[in-house]
């Protein structure tokens, strides 16, 4: 009945939305966030200062956010998509002549109040813009080179700037969430092969570009014990964490690797690695389990989304925050070499958690409006 | 419509894809669920004992090493707090850098900067290298302020081995000194390995290394990161040494030792009835408490050039020609083989013709007829040069070896030399030449081949006084309340008749006029000593030297002087002391030997240490201190 009054009105009144918000959903976020408050209060030796509450006031902003990018119409994001890609871009280019340095590279802009991070700004708005592309484009020019130029410039151009930071594992991000949306728009397997094909051939040519710290980061990688007491410290003290940690974990704040601080950045990156020496493999996998039903959401909105903007745009979302989890959680298990990627929602950190949140208000958006229909052609006006 | 269709088209399209990069994702998750189950699972022990490693380090604690003290329970050897320094290598990225911050506050040498180089080379980086001790508490206490800015150093508080009574001790004790590499080769005691442990490098401290040594313990903690020690987990603290009691009364080694001080001698005293050793003083001594420091190359050339030989334990490894206090061993070869009696005299007249050689008595002119007991009183040489013909060097060779001469005699004490009693077997043995009978009247005198040690001496002495009672010297009454049985006793089958000339002869020496020692006769009431002089001749003056008017011993550089020997014992109508005193170059044994024995046996009769109650294991809860013997023996303590 609401679905078919939506339909023909086109309209939907504050109160209507609010209840077509999928509270379930914010339920699950809720819990995974609960997950890093309580990790955050053992890391601190059973205090919410100084990490927990803090990110608790973090996460009640970034769910404001998350509230109020849900009630605004897809129509608008739609129009929204190439200036606030532009803007994004702006501020890229920005951080290239004002930005702040911190730890060897360049990221951070300084706007007064708070320090942003323009990358993360990126993986946003790349999404938006490549969804309104190809909502725009008609199914049959996917495939088309001339069309998939546009595209390839979308990703190319942001994914430039981050890697002069040098920011090699954003860049990467990027490249992956802009590569995935095109292949989800329908990019004929050919081009997939040979891009794939092309990507291999690259790689040497790649490591020639790669700064220094990088590489040792792959060497350290392949071979922790070449450096013990330095970049392998961190690999290797979170294997240890984790696998003395076994199937029930030594106990909610026993954590003897964390909290006697052979685990570095217990807080932030690694923060995976000690819920998993404390609450073991069974705290881990619920975890993951609550990661997996959260993504299994965000496709099942994609695929009821009645426009390709929205399927796009929220599958990008989704895609995004997989790479945050996977590349986090693989790093600390050693499985990839170390990178600093967070663990979405759990690790303590404004700049993500914020980011991450207003993604899923802009998923929640396509959600609320999932009875709309959005002309090829733009939005409202 | 149209474009309903188109976006059909879409939507088919984007639900293939989304359902392949849904898969991916999903598949990706399984091989971390995959990875998470094999490091937390199948290999999860490995990393439970990894985790372990990391958290609990096991610090060795070095036990107390056992006390040493003197029968009474006097500590001769005992343990005081060490400030000190140590540099953990893997601490510090640049160790020369450190030093250089430490040195600010404490000088380093460049000795010790060079050792701890190659120390960091050698060891492993976790063990532990000392570079300061013995620090001031002013000191310490500033380097424990600026630990933060000295990385890899710890402060540390440990125990160091004391030895109040320095020189006093030196040669019995000994001392403790520095682990080297020698000690560590096929050692595996990990507390050897601890920075500042210290082993046993001589005397009894070496002798009863593993006794005093005691066990290690340790303690389990737990740290961080960064090492610091969150709490204790276990601890172990170890066994301590075990405490060895000395038969040595230190009251008479202190004083024997402020008696010869400035010399280069040896005195020893004994129980003739148990063996025990009373005092036993090498002078000059050193200061053991440097070895444990650790000695400056200045201080020890200033040892080791020393023409007085402070390093050597004179009584155990001087081995000095008896002179004169040999006769009592001529006298009794010749009284037990038959070859002369107790009334038999023989004539001196200051000289005895062998052949073309003259050999000399001390007195010019002679002394006229003289018994064996006036020749002992008077050390009439002639007679023993007589006595010595008629019983030969093999009886006189058998006579020494019953008293202990020519072999180690102590039991339970390291470093003795045999001496030597020369025989014609042996002589043939190493010259080639067969002996001649000049030199048995050299021997008759205790010139010649002839070499005995003072430790030697006592013994003889202690056998002449105690009626021919095989006794032996010991130093060590017990080891960790453990009572050390006294070596057996062997009567030597001498005619108690004999002895008792000689023993007659012996007091005459010291308690009758005209005997050599008579000066030195005891100030005691109802107490005196028996003794013998002796003085063993160095070198003789050259004819050169008396053409330039040296005549006199004393007039010759101190090292050509001769030795000045003194044996005998107390008190004489029940004997229980036993003493030898040698003065190295000292010239006569009446004028500087027996001096020296008559102060301390004075000393020794009037406390008569072996008649108090000794030194017992303390019971719980007992003070030492009431254990300290008093003069009205035990048993009369006031009561409360």
New interface residues.
Partial sequence: MVLEAISRSGRLSLVDKLYEINWGFILLITAIAAVGFAMLYSAADGSFDPWASRQMVRFAMGMAILFVFAMIDPRIWLQLAYPAYGFALLLLIAVEFAGTTGMGATRWINLGVIQLQPSELMKITLALALARYYHTLEQDRVSHPLFLLPALAFIALPVALVLRQPDLGTALLLSVVGVSIIFMAGLSWRYIVAAGAAALAAIPVVWEFLHPYQRERVFTFLDPSRDPLGAGYHTTQAKIALGSGSVWGKGFMEGTQSHLNFLPEKQTDFIFVMLAEELGLMGGIALLALYTTLLGFALMVAVGARHQFGRLLVAALAVNFFLYVFINVAMVMGLIPVVGVPLPLVSYGGSAMLVILAGFGLLMSVYVHRGQELPRGGGLL | MA??D??A???K???R??AI??GG??S??A???G???Y???I??Q???I???E??VNVRLLPPLRGEIVDRFGEKLASNRQNFRVVLIPEQTDDVTATLDKLEEIVPITERTRKRILREVKQKRGFVPLTVAENLEWETFAEINIQTPDLPGLQPEVGDTRHYPYGEDLAHVVGYVAAVTDKDLKGRRDPLLQLPGFRVGRSGVERMLESELRGRAGNSRV?????GRV?RELAKDPGTPGDEVVLTLDMDIQGYATERVRGESASVVVMDVITGELVAIVSAPGFDPNLFNIGLSQAEWDGLTNNELNPLVNKTLAGQYPPGSTYKMIVALAALESGAITAERLITCTGKVKLGSHEFHCWKRGGHGPVSLVQAIKQSCNVFFYETGKRVGIDKIEEMSRRFGLGDEVAIDMAGEKPGMVPSRGWKRATTGIAWQQGETLNASIGQGYVLVTPLQLAVMSARIANGGQGVRPWLVRSVGGRQRTPPQIVPMGINPRHLQLVQAGMNAVVNVPGGTAFRSRLPLEGKSMAGKTGTALVRRITREERARGVTKNSDLPWKYRDHALFVGYGPVENPRYSISVIVDHGGGGSSAAAPVAKDIMTRVLARDPMGMAAYEQKAPGNDVSQLVPRADGPGKGEQG
């Fill in positions: 474009l309903d188109r976006d088209d879409k939507q399209a984007f639900t894809r989304a990069i849904g994702q999903l990706l998750f091989v971390l669920a990875r998470m189950y490091l937390q699972v290999e999860s490995e990393y439970e990894l985790a372990e990391n958290r737990e740290v961080n990161a960064f969150i």
